[in-house]
């Protein structure tokens, strides 16, 4: 089973600012199949990114996703108030599909 | 616009069983895999089991496999969650998720549109 561990555990930042939340996993991914998910209080979970880098429809280009391996990152350009949530980071390149314990964006 | 309702959650006994649904719409449902992913409170999230667009190909989490079942009505729509055995470690807000393509398998078991959930509290 693969263990992602994401740090920091929470991250605090200013709006305009830049945030680098990382993603490690306990051995290799299979062909990046890395995804980011955006959780804000009381709502389901967003999708943002799969294949590591690929982001979803609709969002924008400040979000961006990269890594291979075993180290996985989500870099979020110029912060905006409503980008401040839990970030989780999920491994779907083998059973069990295993998620990060999230890292919190905070002001 | 894809829309994915969930409902059955509730109270129930350690030991007891519950069925989840999920009706979708905006999509074509019967051309997707489907699964079941839980959220206990204050906690990460945790994939539950997963079902490929002709119910071909199931897969289960550990913590469940042999308790839970999933399956699927394209006729109606549906999803369904057969939980039995119920535990403490069970109770979590279950969200119904959409994969992104029909298949269900390595590779393709991530979530690109998710319902609210639904509340499962296991107690006595």
């Known amino acids: 089973e693969i263990v992602l561990t994401q740090s920091p555990g929470t991250l605090s930042l200013s709006p305009g600012e830049r945030a680098t939340l990382s993603c490690r996993a306990s051995?290799?991914?299979?062909?990046?199949?890395v995804a980011w998910y955006q959780q804000k209080p009381g709502q389901a979970p967003r999708l943002l990114i799969y294949a590591a880098s690929s982001r979803a429809t609709g969002i924008p280009d400040r979000f961006s996703g990269s890594g291979s391996g075993t180290d996985f990152t989500l870099t979020i350009s110029r912060l905006e108030p409503g980008d401040f949530a839990v970030y989780y980071c999920q491994q779907y390149g083998s059973s069990p599909y295993s998620f990060g314990q999230g890292t919190k964006l905070e002001i | 616009e894809v829309q994915l309702v969930e409902s059955g959650g509730g109270l129930v006994q350690p030991g007891g069983s519950l069925r989840l649904s999920c009706a979708a719409s905006?999509?074509?449902?019967?051309?997707?895999?489907m699964h079941w992913v839980r959220q206990a409170p204050g906690k990460g999230l945790d994939w539950v089991c997963g079902i490929g667009w002709n119910s071909g190909s199931i897969g289960y989490a550990d913590s469940v496999r042999g308790r839970f079942t999933i399956s699927r009505d394209s006729a109606n729509n549906s999803l369904y969650l057969q939980m039995t055995s119920l535990r403490a470690d069970d109770m979590a807000l279950y969200y119904c998720?959409?994969?992104?393509?029909?298949?269900?398998?390595?590779?393709?078991?991530?979530?690109?549109?998710w319902g609210q959930g639904t509340l499962v509290t296991v107690s006595s």
């Open positions: 998720a959409k994969g992104p393509s029909h298949q269900f398998n390595s590779g393709t078991t991530f979530f690109d549109s």
């Open positions: 051995q290799s991914v299979s062909s990046s199949y």
């Open positions: 905006g999509f074509s449902f019967a051309d997707y895999a």
